[in-house]
């Protein structure tokens, strides 16, 4: 079983819609937990950071930590074309990061 | 802002030659830098953590003889794949972890395709 679980996708929205993006993992030593963003043919970018469990909100982007449940999501608001990527989980326990496989994400005009 | 250079973005190379990536930090020593390798829609897999000064450590299952690391100063790690064969054809991506700041700073890859 792997440590960190992601919903495999792909995901196609409308213009607009909410989107939610899901990861679970079996490693109770997690802190830290990073959501990447992935254009085809590039480096992962990050786009959001949170240390143990809660919300944090950037923008249109709202991560969610749930510790308890081992679960964490990404929500994307008024999702854009320019959304449309490959989004990467990710989570350490201050060593090193453990990845998730990927969501791809496509957002129709 | 902190950036992670990393060249070539792609190359093609014959059958048992060898290739050398570069990733550079800009505006930021890295004492530590890492190496991926990502298949088609499939996640990131490292393939061994670069030390500056020191030798490289590499994850299970990776050839340290094939993948050669090298840290040679506080911006730059380079990675070689010796004797490249077609199963090497692959993304390779390289990352840093900026000072005081979360999460790691990616390269922009490097697409290896042997022929």
């Known amino acids: 079983q792997k440590e960190v679980e992601q919903d495999p996708g792909p995901l196609s929205v409308p213009e607009g819609a909410i989107v939610s993006l899901n990861c679970t993992y079996s490693n109770s030593a997690f802190q830290y937990f990073m959501w990447y963003r992935q254009y085809s043919r590039k480096g992962p970018e990050l786009l959001m950071y949170?240390?143990?469990?809660g919300n944090k909100e950037d923008g249109r982007f709202t991560a969610q930590v749930d510790k308890s449940s081992k679960y964490i999501s990404l929500f994307i608001r008024d999702s854009q074309p320019s959304d449309s990527a490959t989004y990467l989980c990710?989570?350490?326990?201050?060593?090193?990061?453990?990845f998730g496989d990927g969501t791809t994400l496509t957002v129709k005009p | 802002g902190a950036v992670v250079s990393q060249h070539p973005s792609w190359v093609i190379c014959k059958s048992g030659t060898s290739v050398k990536i570069e990733c550079r930090s800009l505006d930021f020593q890295a004492t530590t830098m890492f190496w991926y390798r990502q298949f088609p829609k499939q996640s990131l897999m490292l393939m061994a953590t670069s030390n500056e000064g020191s030798k490289a450590t590499y994850e299970q299952g990776v050839e340290k003889d094939k993948f050669l690391i090298n840290h040679a100063s506080l911006t730059l790690s380079t990675l070689t794949v010796t004797s490249a064969h077609p199963e090497d054809s692959s993304f390779y991506i390289c990352?840093?972890?900026?000072?005081?700041?979360?999460?790691?700073?990616f390269g922009s890859g490097t697409r290896l395709t042997v022929v």
């Open positions: 990710a989570m350490s326990d201050a060593g090193k990061s453990t």
């Open positions: 949170t240390y143990s469990s």
């Open positions: 990352s840093a972890r900026f000072p005081g700041r979360y999460g790691y700073t």
